[in-house]
């Protein structure tokens, strides 16, 4: 079953990356700033791979 | 009529975790014989296609496609940033290159026991999981478009042709570039995840180029990962996996 949930979700850190970007989307459209996602939502899910990857 | 933008990107996921399953179910093979190996391989796809068949039913449920998109979105971005940071972290030698000769041996520790109902569940699991990743991204992929039937026959294809390889060979696939194959695939999993859960937040707001914002993004996740690939590279240690 642990297998099966890490083939699904990956660890706590994929996890928390994949949250952090949604976060990110849900603040910047609640907030009429939805434009700016084009941007900065790329940028925020490449940050979160960088992390991924040195840690 | 195949969708050629989607069967090439089906293919190259499914082919590399199929090379993952196929390592382990020839190890377990040379423990309980390519019969009992095959069949609990067999029973594994027995399972994904009924998750499939169920899966097509709740899609037929005439869900929103915003939360379908939502859901595999969400999927797609769990697995695209775990592969690129994988590839970016195994190119810039900070983690070994995955190994197929070195998951064959381990596998074969694990049976050197000899117990077959232990074997059996190794290739039946070995199978399912990494079929399950397969069966993600190909519902992933499918959905784009409604692309199924070129997405499955992408997947399909590259099934055919690890097993014609393997069979041949007899021995782990280890010539295969997985590494850069996993790149490509994570660029774009990353890619289409990115696309549509901002969309399925935003609506049409999200993307004012629509479609070619999926190219820009890929273009932005594989440019930005060769950077972090430069960035952080360390001298490979001499005689590690290639």
Same mark, same amino acid.
Not at chain 1, 22 to 32: R, W
Not at chain 2, 6 to 11: D, K, L, N, S, T
Not at chain 2, 219 to 230: I, Q, V
């Given at each position: 079953?642990?297998? =099966? ?13 994949v949250a952090l970007v ?11 700033q939805a434009g700016l ?19 | ?9 089906? /293919? ?8 993952? @399953? =196929? ?16 069949? @609990? ?10 998750? &499939?068949? @169920? ?14 998109? !939502? ?5 797609? !971005? ?37 117990? =077959? ?23 992933? /992929? ?21 097993? @014609? ?19 490509v695939v994570g660029v774009?999993? &990353? ?28 273009? =932005? ?22």
């Open positions: 079953m642990k297998a =099966f949930l890490k083939t699904l979700f990956g660890d706590a850190g994929t996890v928390t990356v949604m976060m990110v989307e849900v603040v910047l459209t609640a907030s009429g996602g084009v941007v900065l939502i790329p940028v925020a899910v490449l940050a979160g791979v960088a992390w991924l990857a040195i840690r | 009529m195949l969708d050629w933008s989607v069967v090439p990107a089906a /293919f190259l996921t499914a082919a590399v975790e199929w090379v993952e @399953a =196929f390592t382990i179910v020839l190890a377990v093979s040379l423990s309980i014989g390519w019969r009992a190996a095959g069949g @609990a391989a067999v029973a594994a796809l027995a399972v994904l296609a009924l998750m &499939t068949i @169920a899966a097509g039913g709740v899609l037929g449920l005439g869900l929103e496609v915003r939360w379908l998109q !939502l859901a595999i979105g969400v999927f797609l !971005l769990l697995f695209g940033v775990r592969w690129l940071a994988k590839a970016v972290a195994r190119g810039a030698g900070l983690k070994a290159l995955h190994d197929e000769a070195e998951t064959f041996a381990e596998t074969q520790a694990e049976l050197s026991r000899g117990d =077959f109902a232990a074997g059996w569940l190794i290739a039946f699991k070995g199978v399912l999981l990494e079929g399950l990743e397969v069966w993600l991204i190909v519902a992933a /992929f499918g959905l784009h478009g409604r692309a199924w039937i070129s997405s499955g026959a992408g997947a399909l294809a590259a099934l055919v042709v690890v097993l @014609a390889a393997g069979l041949v060979v007899r021995a782990p696939l280890t010539r295969v570039p997985e590494n850069a194959i996993k790149f774009m999993i &990353t890619a289409f995840g990115t696309y549509w859960t901002y969309e399925s937040a935003a609506g049409e707001r999200a993307w004012p180029l629509g479609d070619l914002s999926l190219l820009a993004l890929a273009a =932005f996740f594989a440019l930005g990962g060769l950077g972090l690939m430069a960035l952080i590279r360390r001298p490979r240690p001499a005689g590690a996996a290639t």
